[in-house]
């Protein structure tokens, strides 16, 4: 591995930072990611796009669960998104750049960009943040489901360090639009050839599975799990993987 996914890979991962509704710490949030480096953890953030491409740091299409506001993020412009606060604790929502200056290279950060399915894989939205990751002085990659935002951003920032998530792509809601063989494909990451991926983030429910496997034993790409919540995730982790995402526990205690 290289340096910067050495260090990425070090300390356990944050999902969304290390975030606590019952203390009014939300996901995403200045504060969820202000107490991940205070407790020294790596980050993982969400990033959807704005109606003039900019990199809003949250994990849902729409505001209504989580910010007052409602519709979808893609129909609003950012200058008017960074007005509006979350429904609990003092935040609002802000971009990736603010994250940037925030954290400033005191941990490393993982940068999962959503996906709206879209046929040019948002490609002006991926070549964005790739260049504002490529730009950045920290430890810090990107990731994405959409193995097409992966082919653009090594297309365009090869030496960015970029991941595919994956799982089990079970038939279900989040599948709804792929056929069978394309199920097969994304599960096993039969598309690695062409999106050459750095690191795998999978589904620790999902472990083991043939495609990360061998990812993982016979080209050296480091894997890390999402998203451990209970013991027994954690030590199926310890089995299958390099690195967790976690939630919901303080890893340096216990896992449950």
Not at 118 to 142: E, L, N, S, T, W
Request: charged content about 25%.
């Amino acid at each position: 591995m290289t340096p910067d996914l050495e260090a990425i890979f070090a300390r356990p991962i944050a999902h969304r930072g290390y975030h606590n509704a019952d203390d009014g710490i939300i996901e995403n949030t200045p504060s969820a990611i202000q107490k991940s480096v205070d407790h020294d953890f790596a980050i993982e953030v969400d990033v959807q796009e704005t109606a003039d491409g900019q990199a809003l740091v949250f994990h849902d299409y729409t505001l209504d669960r989580l910010a007052e506001g409602s519709g979808r993020v893609i129909e609003h412009q950012s200058a008017d998104l960074l007005k509006i606060h979350m429904k609990t604790g003092t935040d609002r929502l802000w971009l990736l750049q603010d994250l940037f200056d925030l954290v400033d290279g005191k941990v490393p950060l993982v940068i999962e960009i959503k996906s709206l399915m879209r046929r040019d894989a948002q490609g002006d939205f991926v070549r964005h943040i790739a260049d504002q990751v490529a730009a950045y002085k920290g430890p810090a990659c990107i990731k994405s489901f959409d193995p097409d935002m992966l082919s653009i951003a090594r297309g365009h920032q090869p030496n960015v360090l970029r991941g595919i998530v994956a799982d089990g792509a079970e038939p279900g809601p989040d599948y709804v639009r792929y056929g069978r063989v394309d199920r097969f494909i994304l599960r096993h990451i039969l598309h690695a050839p062409r999106t050459r991926p750095h690191f795998v983030s999978y589904g620790v429910k999902d472990l083991p599975k043939a495609g990360p496997s061998l990812l993982r034993s016979m080209f050296k790409l480091p894997l890390m799990c999402w998203t451990v919540r209970t013991r027994d995730q954690r030590e199926r982790a310890a089995r299958y993987a390099d690195q967790i995402v976690f939630e919901g526990f303080d890893p340096d205690k216990t896992a449950t």
